[in-house]
């Protein structure tokens, strides 16, 4: 069964405090690996898509990596703004419009 | 503003009514999903539509019945629900060729609220 878990299930940072959240995968073909950011009330917002092992992607605060099994997204020196649930989801081989979604980790990041 | 608008943001129901939810999206995209996302879940698809053909979860039960009258604008119609039914009901559109890298463009969503 094709699954994808996240953790830790939430995470408390002090703003400056560098951390990576996990999520790992089992599918049974990827055809790419997606971070989301939800804030509270809101629709989930696209951060990256990633491919292959090895690949790594930045943005900001942020920086995405891939290895065969799991994805991390590394924050490094967060702010109160960087706090939100942060979703995975990977897009299977089978059925290009089916995504499977992770629980998400929900970070505080506190001034 | 993301391209993805759906209406009513926040809905409270009973379980004999009859209510609809609309998203419509002004991206120019040929797909449309629905999603479904309870407290401590991940999100479930519910509903694709894509070049006009539907494809479904086969666990979403027949109270929920969606619409795609064309490329631009989705419904998600709903009768007798029950209140395990309360959830924020996410739309999302894509595109399904070109430059597209595989993401998903979310609405903010419906807040479902079954008494």
């Known amino acids: 069964e094709d699954q994808v878990t996240q953790s830790p299930e939430a995470l408390r940072l002090q703003e400056g405090e560098s951390s990576s959240l996990n999520c790992s995968y089992t599918v049974s073909g990827l055809r790419g690996l997606f971070w989301y950011r939800q804030d509270p009330g809101k629709g989930p917002e696209f951060l990256f898509t990633?491919?292959?092992a090895g690949e790594e992607k930045e943005k900001e605060r942020l920086k995405a990596t891939l290895t065969k099994k799991e994805s991390f997204l590394h924050i490094t020196a967060p702010k109160p703004e960087d706090s939100a649930t942060y979703l995975c989801a990977v897009r299977l081989v089978n059925y290009g419009q089916n995504f499977v979604f992770g629980p998400g980790t929900r970070l505080s990041v506190l001034p | 503003e993301t391209g993805v608008t759906q209406t009513p943001r926040h809905l409270v129901m009973g379980m004999t009514n009859k209510k609809s939810l609309k998203c419509e999206q002004h991206l120019g995209h040929n797909a449309m999903y629905w999603y479904k996302q309870s407290a401590k879940k991940p999100l479930e698809l519910m509903f694709v539509?894509?070049?006009?053909?539907?494809?479904e979860n086969n666990s979403v039960p027949s109270r929920f019945s969606p619409e795609c009258p064309n490329s631009s604008h989705l419904f998600l119609h709903l009768h007798t629900l029950q209140p395990e039914d309360s959830a924020l009901y996410l739309c999302?559109?894509?595109?399904?060729?070109?430059?597209?890298?595989?993401?998903?463009?979310f609405g903010e969503g419906s807040r479902l609220t079954v008494l």
């Open positions: 990633l491919y292959s």
């Open positions: 999302a559109s894509s595109p399904l060729a070109g430059e597209w890298t595989g993401e998903l463009f």
């Open positions: 539509y894509s070049l006009e053909e539907r494809v």
